[in-house]
C-alpha cells in the first residue's frame, strides 16, 4: 500500500508544479495520482472480499471521473458525474457489504438533509441544464456519508467515515469550481482533501480484514 500512497503524493505535487502549463498538463499528473489509489486498494487486498471489491469498483469509477473532468466540455464533464455518481453508489454498496447501524444510518441521513438543502440552494442559480444531475448527485454522495456512519458504529475502521467525510466536503469544492466561482484555490484545498478520501477508502479495505 505504500507504493500506492507515494505514486499519489508524486502525482499530487507534480499537479500542482506543472499547473500553469495548463490543465491538460497537469491531468496527466491528475491520472498518476489516481492510479495510486487504486494501485493501493489492490495491494491492500481487493480481490479478496465483497467489501475489497466494491469500494475497488468505487476507485475505479472514480479514476474515470477523474479523467472526464480534466475536460472544460460540458458533455465530457456530465460524464464525470455520472462516473462519480457510480462510484458513491459501489462505496455505498460497500458499506452495506461490510455492516451498517440502521438507526445510526437513518440519524445521519436527517442530519445530512440540512447541509444537503444548503448547498443545492447556493448551487442551483448556476446549475443551469445541471441542475438534475446536480441534484441527484447530492442525494447520492449524502447516502453514501450516511452509510459510512452507521457502518462505522457497526464496527468499521475509522478509514470508512473519514473517507466519506472528506470526499464529501471535497466535492464541495469541486463544484465551486465548475459553477460558482473558479479559483486555484478550489484545487489547492480540494484536490489534497478528494486523494486522502480515497486513500483512506483504499485502506479501509486492508483495515476491515
Known amino acids: 500500500m505504500l507504493a500506492g500512497l507515494i505514486i499519489t503524493l508524486v502525482g499530487l505535487v507534480g ?121 441527484a448527485y447530492v442525494t447520492v454522495i449524502s447516502t453514501m456519508a450516511a452509510l459510512a456512519a452507521g457502518a462505522a458504529m457497526a464496527g468499521a475502521p475509522w478509514s470508512v467515515p473519514a473517507g466519506a467525510f472528506l470526499f464529501y466536503v471535497s466535492d464541495i469544492f469541486v463544484a465551486r469550481d465548475r459553477f460558482v466561482a473558479p479559483s486555484p484555490w478550489n484545487q489547492r484545498i480540494g484536490l489534497p482533501l478528494y486523494y486522502a478520501a480515497q486513500l483512506a477508502l483504499a485502506f479501509s479495505i486492508f483495515a476491515a480484514q
Open 15 to 135: 499537479m500542482f508544479a506543472v499547473a500553469p502549463l495548463g490543465r491538460h498538463a497537469a491531468g496527466l499528473f491528475k491520472m498518476v495520482a489516481s492510479a495510486g489509489f487504486i494501485g493501493a486498494a489492490i495491494d491492500g487486498g481487493a480481490f479478496h472480499s465483497v467489501y475489497g471489491g466494491l469500494v475497488l469498483a468505487g476507485l475505479f469509477f472514480s479514476w474515470w471521473g477523474d479523467l472526464f473532468l480534466i475536460s472544460n466540455n460540458a458533455r465530457i464533464f456530465l460524464m464525470g458525474v455520472g462516473a462519480f455518481l457510480l462510484a458513491h453508489a459501489a462505496y455505498a454498496a460497500a458499506f452495506i457489504a461490510l455492516g451498517v447501524n440502521p438507526l445510526w444510518t437513518l440519524g445521519a441521513a436527517v442530519a445530512l438533509t440540512a447541509p444537503a438543502a444548503l448547498m443545492l440552494r447556493w448551487l442551483h442559480p448556476h446549475l443551469g441544464d445541471m441542475r438534475y444531475p446536480v441534484y
